[in-house]
Each structure stands twice: as C-alpha cells, then as structure tokens.
C-alpha cells in the first residue's frame, strides 16, 4: 500500500518551509566546497538535464473528461539510465519533482548504482479514482512519456500513491507501445511479470538496515529503542513493523489522519490491520490520539519522518527529544532543520543513505530481467545488506575525516562520482 498523506494539517504550506528544489539547491551549496577542482562542475547538478510535461486527459466512468499535469524529470544520466520512482499526489509539482530526480542522483551514486537519477509524478489524488480510471491515467502518462522511458533510457519505479499494479500498467503500454515485452523498462513490479523477491520491503528494510548501523556506532541498540514513525504506507508502516519485530517498542505513529503516541508501545500489526480496513490509522486507538504537534515532541531513541518532504522544519528540531533520525521519506528535512539538528548533535542519517533500499533492490530487478535469471529472496537480501552497510561505513568514514554530517558525506561521495563521470565524458560536442 502506498503512502497518500496530504500537506494540509501536516503544515507542509508553512511558510518556513522552502520549495523542495531550493533545498536541494542549498545542499548542492554545502557540498562544493568539498569538491575540490570537480567543483567546476557543478552547476551541471543545478540544472536537470531533461523535464518532460505533459497532459494526461481521460474519460471518467461518469462519462466526463479530466485533465492532469504529469512530469517526468531526468535530472542527470551521466553514470547510466534515469532511475526513479513516478508519484500520484495532489501536491505534486514540477518543483518537486525536480528535487526528487536531484535526490535520486545523489541516492544511486552514493550507492554506487550504475544510474542517473530521475523522478515522475502526476498531481492528483488517487483516493478519488476508481481502478479503471487510474488504469487509464497511467498508461496515458506511460504512452506520453514516449521514447523517453527505455531499460536502457530511464526506468521509473513506484513512489508516494503508485504500486505493483501501476508498475504493471506502464510495462504493459510501453511494451505494447513498443511491439515487444520489456519487462526491464520498471522495476517494482509483481513478481509474476519479471519483478524481484524482496522488492516490496526494500525501502524499509534498508531503513532498518541503517538505524542499525547509526545505533550500533552511537550505543543506542535497536532492539531496546523506543521508535516514532511517521507515515504508515508501504516505507513507514513495514518498517515499524522491522523495529518492533526486533524489539523495538514503537510508542508514535502518525498519518494523514491521526497521531498516536502510546508510551507501552503500539501494536504494529493490529494497526497495520485497521489500515488494510480503513485506509487509516484514525480510530485504531482513540485514546492514543494526540495533537499533530505532539509527535514531535515524544521522547525516543529514533525518529522515523517516512512521509513526505518537508516535514522536520526548524522548529520542531529545536523541541525534538530523539537521539537519531532516519530518513525513510526523501527530503523530510529542510536544511535549517538539518543546522538545528547538528547542532543539537542529534544524529541525521539522511534519505540519500537511509531509503535507499528501495532503488538498490530495483537495481537488482533490472539486472535480473535483462538476465532473465531470477535470485532467492534471500540471496537478495544477503546482497542489500552488503551494499547498505558498505555504503553507510564509507560515508561514514568521509563524516569522520572531514568533520561534516552524514548528509554532506553522502554528498561529497556522490558528487565525486557523477562530476568524475561528467568530466570523463566531457562536454558534447
Ligand atoms: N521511489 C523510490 C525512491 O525514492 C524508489 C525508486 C526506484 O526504485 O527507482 O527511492
């Protein structure tokens, strides 16, 4: 199940918050310095290299005719395809979506995934479509797109509001489209059309896999910890599920609907339950609901922002009683509240690092169709594993060398290799 929060009530209109494209905007800032004589290339990352808008109408089942914005951002393809999720919300703009395929440049180079980043949306809700009508949306989307989707152009993937069944939508138009079968043009399909054991827990379990790591060098074992998570879609609510399976206690959940804070912990699968029968956590525990305002301020070992960008402003990290933050959603914090969180030595691991096992575990996907040769779950897992706690040790070594965040490290290791890439290649013609 997808996460469908909406910005209302969730303060993402604060005026404190900056466009997500000026947030990226500010860490790519942060990091030339870093860059040494790369750094002259950097205005390359301040620029994508390709956005696609275009119209998406339909017929309803009522009979009446809509129209709807769609983007499709290919922010940099200098180390491979365009690689990133398409999301489905009433929020979604070109200047996120700008930000987002920004975000997934530096997630798959810190990664060291053979990608370029991209990122798709289309703004609208879709709670208020039936089946048939976001069938017909996506493959409209999917057939404007063109050309420009390809296994070996850019491969979108799910995000916030899209799911297997979208995945399988697009694949089937683009490769009716293209007279052939091209299971590799997405990843984060269903399993019987050449998607990847393990993809669905992806994001989380990658999360977990770096609350871990973060826990283990400051002495705060998972296990014992007291979690908040907020967002309880596929990211969020499976991977509270990891932590309370590991013993973690979860005394905070929230989603577009309610705030639960309950200090003798929530019980993870009931929740996850009402929601399957409700689509939200509103009513599962009355008298755990608490003000929106509240979940900042509940005391934990390790908060989990797996919602939508934005969401950790300034204000809310000065009152923050945590000792880690994870990021499961892309760009949750805004770089004042990233300062403020420094300062206060609470430890961020950012999005770039921390959900990426996501986009990891569609790399594996894509590999596997291309080789029509499909891996065991377990095998899969073993390998995200590997990859997640090597990424984290290098980026955490570059912290520790030159005295920055995990944030600026990531960055500084990604910005290397696409700037090395780019200059490798060099300027065309
Ligand atoms: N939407 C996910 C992300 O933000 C996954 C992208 C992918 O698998 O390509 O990382």
């Known amino acids: 199940m997808s996460n469908n929060r909406t910005r ?29 004589s790369l750094s002259r290339w950097t205005e390359t990352l301040k620029r994508p290299k390709r956005m696609i808008i275009v119209d998406v109408p339909i017929i309803r089942d009522d009979g009446t005719i809509v129209h709807y914005e769609g983007y499709r951002v290919q922010h940099t393809l ?10 489905f919300h009433p929020s979604v703009t070109l200047n996120e979506v700008m930000a987002l395929a920004g975000w997934m440049t530096i997630k798959n180079a810190a990664l060291n995934l053979p990608f370029g980043g991209a990122k798709g949306g289309i703004r609208l809700d879709p709670r208020q479509h039936s089946e048939g009508e976001l069938q017909r949306i996506t493959r409209r989307y999917t057939s404007e797109l063109g050309g420009f989707i390809g296994p070996a152009r850019d491969i979108p993937a799910p995000d916030v509001g899209t799911n297997e069944q979208t995945m399988a939508w697009m694949m089937d138009t683009y490769s009716m489209n293209n007279g052939s079968t091209a299971t590799g043009v997405v990843t984060g399909k269903p399993v019987a059309l050449g998607g990847s054991l393990g993809r669905h827990e992806a994001t989380a379990r990658g999360v977990f896999i770096a609350a871990q790591q973060a826990g283990r060098r400051r002495g705060v074992p998972v296990e014992r910890a007291r979690v908040a998570v907020q967002g309880f879609g596929n990211v969020g609510g499976t991977a509270a599920r990891l932590f309370e399976g590991s013993g973690a ?12 804070v309950d200090e003798a912990g929530i019980n993870v699968m009931a929740a996850s339950q009402h ?11 009355p008298h755990a609901e608490a003000p929106t305002e509240n979940f900042w301020l509940v005391p934990t070992e390790f908060l989990v922002p797996a919602a939508l960008e934005g969401q950790l402003l300034p204000e ?34 950012p999005d770039v690092l921390a959900n990426a096992g996501g986009v990891t575990v569609s790399y594996f996907e894509w590999v596997q169709d291309f080789s029509s040769f499909f891996w065991t779950e377990d095998e899969i897992n073993a390998r995200l594993e590997s990859i997640m706690v090597g990424a984290f040790d290098s980026i955490w070594s570059v912290a520790d060398e030159r005295k920055v965040s995990l944030r600026t490290a990531a960055f500084i290791i990604a910005c290397q290799r696409v700037l090395s890439a780019r200059e490798q290649r060099g300027l065309y013609p």
């Open 249 to 260: 206690r979860i005394v905070a959940l929230q989603d577009h609907s309610a705030t639960l």
């Open 275 to 285: 929601v399957a029968r409700t689509g939200q956590l509103s009513g599962f525990l």
């Open 316 to 349: 809310r990290a000065k009152r923050l009683k945590t000792k880690i933050v994870v990021e499961g959603a892309n760009g949750p914090t805004t770089p004042a509240a990233d300062d403020v969180l420094n300062e206060r030595g609470i430890l961020v691991v």
């Open 78 to 87: 200098s180390r491979g395809p365009g690689k990133g999720g398409v999301r």
């Open 8 to 36: 209302e009530g969730l303060s993402y209109l604060d005026p404190a918050s900056p466009e997500p494209w000026a947030s990226f905007l500010e860490q790519i800032d942060c990091v030339t310095p870093h860059l040494g």
